[in-house]
């Protein structure tokens, strides 16, 4: 089993709880939800040999939520961005 903690925002309320704890529930895998919208994080009790983190990450978004650092770009990811703007400003 593994127990992870994630950073989520866009939870005001018990509701907005109740409703990433019952999506996560029904992965196959999921043992135990605990989301708090007030410290912002849900914490996610599963078998890794069942479901991967990144479904669970997805499942908090197809909520309405946002999981801190899932689906942004990373350092790299920017670092090309702008140096083919540059190499575009350049050419033109």
Do not use: W
């Not at 999506?23 to 007030?38: F, I, N, P």
């Not at 909520?63 to 790299?76: A, C, I, R, S």
């Amino acid at each position: 089993m593994t127990t992870v903690t994630l950073p989520v925002s866009g939870m005001k309320c018990d509701a907005c709880e109740n409703l990433i704890h019952d999506a996560l529930m029904e992965k196959e895998g999921v043992v135990s939800v605990k989301a708090d919208h007030q410290a912002k994080q849900v914490e996610i009790e599963f078998d890794e040999s069942k479901v991967d983190l990144d479904t669970l990450k997805q499942t908090i978004v197809e909520q309405g939520f946002k999981v801190v650092g899932y689906g942004e770009p990373g350092l790299l990811d920017r670092i090309r961005e702008f140096i083919d703007a540059l190499l575009k400003f350049f050419k033109s």
